[in-house]
């Protein structure tokens, strides 16, 4: 079924549905100060200076990121405020977090009280064609009362790092930090030319890229061999998903009887409803009679996790990011 929708899809291809950005292909540059990064990827904004502040390696570790680069647009006019620009540089989308799920979704689903305030949440529509969409997220900081602004929004483009090129998933954040709760909407509408220039600087010169119209002059040879590649590629996932499954199954038999319990209480309540935190952490209670409190259980829940039973996940509800935990284990394997 998966083949023949790409099948279907490919031949139907008659534009293209993505755009690849265009930027310079190093993203870090020499000077006789050390390596730092090309102010060449963003554009120039009149009125003020585009400098490079800093390289945040220790976001970097923590995140998993390529890159997380800090570049300031300093204004020649001292009534404005300076804009900051967050370049965040990785190989997957996975390890660039959205501004909110970091700040208040993701302390929330862990029952922490969030650090800030959410004052303002939406999105812009940047550019037309292609279209881009930026997020635009305004918060307070509860210790300090200060407020912070954020436009962020994804591209995809090839960089060159340390002399190799690839194709890098990259969020652009534009950050302004306003003085006054009154200096939000003028503040608002100072950041919007800036995301508006940066989306067009980073769009190819034509509307359809080349490899766009190779797929659209080429679809029905291209469809033949995706369809082999996705044939080929199912197949080996289901033999090694099997082999995966079948060594967790082994590793769930060395498991003291206490976390083969946790591991059946977290299958069953796979099957009656979300396996959150607070439904595990019922379920646990409800099976043993034993209390147990939130951090206790999220601690034995990693254990299980690095022992490769049990994996977590972020599923959505309500249109809000939530934390589970599923089994990796049939329950057939498990039997025999």
Not at 73 to 99: G, N
Not at 220 to 243: K, P
Not at 285 to 310: N, R
Request: glycine share 4%.
């Amino acid at each position: 079924m998966a083949a023949a929708l790409s099948i279907a899809l490919l031949i139907s291809i008659q534009a293209p549905i993505f755009a690849l950005t265009q930027g310079p292909a190093q993203i870090l540059v020499q000077t006789p100060s050390g390596q730092q990064g090309n102010t060449e990827i963003l554009p120039q904004m009149p009125g003020y200076t585009t400098q490079f502040l800093f390289r945040d390696k220790e976001f970097e570790n923590v995140s998993g990121q390529d890159l997380s680069l800090i570049y300031e647009y300093t204004p020649q006019d001292q009534s404005k405020k300076p804009v900051w620009v967050a370049v965040e540089i990785a190989e997957t989308r996975t390890p660039l977090h959205p501004w909110e799920v970091c700040l208040v979704s993701w302390p929330i689903q862990l029952g922490y009280q969030t650090y800030v305030d959410q004052l303002d949440l939406r999105d812009v529509i940047i550019l037309q064609n292609p279209p881009v969409i930026a997020r635009y997220f305004a918060f307070q900081y509860k210790s300090s009362n200060q407020t912070q602004l954020v436009f962020y929004w994804f591209e995809t483009t090839v960089f060159t790092i340390d002399n190799a090129s690839a194709q890098k998933h990259v969020k652009l954040s534009l950050i302004a930090y306003p003085e006054k709760p009154e200096d939000v909407p003028s503040m608002e509408e100072q950041l919007l030319p800036f995301a508006t220039a940066m989306v067009g600087y980073w769009q190819p010169i034509k509307t359809w890229s080349a490899i766009a119209m190779l797929i659209s002059h080429n679809g029905i040879s291209l469809a033949g061999i995706t369809a082999a590649i996705l044939v080929a590629l199912v197949i080996l996932y289901v033999f090694e998903l099997r082999e995966q499954r079948e060594a967790n199954a082994n590793a769930y038999t060395k498991l003291s009887k206490r976390n083969q319990q946790l591991v059946d209480i977290i299958q069953k309540t796979e099957k009656r409803t979300t396996p959150t935190l607070g439904n595990l952490q019922r379920a646990y209670q409800e099976v043993t009679m034993e209390p147990v409190d939130s951090t206790q259980l999220e601690q034995k829940l990693a254990e299980l996790e690095k022992i490769g039973v049990i994996r977590r996940t972020i599923t959505s509800r309500q249109d809000e990011p939530t934390l589970t935990w599923k089994t990796q284990i049939t329950f057939s394997i498990r039997k025999h």
